[in-house]
C-alpha cells in the first residue's frame, strides 16, 4: 500500500470527481481511478459508487475518509519539516495556467537544475492559489495581486493587459483594438464563474448594458483556444497568452479597457521564503505577444 494511494482518494472524496482529484494531484485521472482501485482490492471493500456525475462516498469510504484524513495531514506535516532541514530548500509553488510558463525558465530553472526540487501544482483561479496557501499546501503562489490580501507577504512581479482572442476568419481580426463594447454580440468561452477574467469582463460588460453571452466553461488555456478555433466563441485571455494562440493561427487583439488589466504578485507564507522566491522569478521577463 501506498502513500499515494491515501492522497488520490481524500482528494477525489473532496472533489467528488477522479478529474479533479487528477488536477490537484497533478496526475491523470487513469492514474487516480488505478490508485484508488488498488486501495479498494486490499481492503476488499467499494469505498466510492461511480456515476457520470462523479463519485460518492459508500458507508465504509465515509468511516475510511474519518480514519484517513489525519494520518494524509500528519504524512504532510512531516514532509514540510524535512524540507526546511535542507541546506537549499525546495519549494512548492502554486500557479496559474497563464504563468506556468514563467516558472520554466530563467533563474528558476538553474536553482532546479541544480538538484533543488521545486514542485509546482497548478490551479485554476487565484481564489483557489490563496486558500492552499493560507492552509500551507504550499511555500508560495503566483497569483492575481487581487488576491493576495494584507495577512500575508507579497510583492508585484508584473503588470499586463488582456487580448481578444477571435477566430482566423473573424470579421474583427483586422483591429489593432477592441473595446468590450463592440462584443455584445459574440459567444464566450470562459472557465467556470470563479475565474477573475470572467469576473471582470462580466463586471466591465454590465457597465456597457449587457452581460457576456457565455456558451461554454471549460478548463485551460488549450480548451480555450481548442474551442476558439472550431467556432465555439470568442475569449479573453491574459496579454501574455497572444503568442500560443497566435500558434493556433488565431487573431489575438488587444483590448483597449483601461480597466481590464491584472497584476501578477508572487504571495508567500514567509517574508524569507517570498524575498528567495522573488529573486529567482523577478529577472525572468515577462514574454510578449
Known sequence: MQVEWFRSFTEAAKWKSLSKAADRLSLTQPAISKQIRQLEATYGIELFRRSAAGVDLTEAGRHFLERIMPVVASLDTIEAVMRRFKAEPGYTLGCLPSVVARLHSGRLRDYRDAGHPVTIKVRQTSAALRDE???????????????AGDRMWSKTLFTEG???VLPEDHPLRERTSLRLEELRKERFVFASPQCEIHD???????SYGYSP????????NKEFLFNVAVGAGIT???????AEAKQMNLQAVPLAEPGLRRTVALAARTADVG?????L????PVPSA
Do not use: I, W
Open 281 to 284: 522569478l523577478d529577472a525572468e
Open 200 to 206: 471582470r469582463v462580466k463586471t466591465l460588460t454590465e
Open 162 to 164: 488582456y487580448v481578444a
Open 213 to 220: 453571452d457565455v456558451q461554454l466553461e471549460v478548463d485551460g
Open 275 to 279: 524575498a528567495k522566491l522573488f529573486r
Open 236 to 242: 479573453v485571455l491574459p496579454e501574455m497568452l497572444a
Open 133 to 147: 496557501l493560507q492552509e500551507g499546501a504550499f511555500d508560495a503562489a503566483l497569483l492575481d495581486a487581487a488576491f
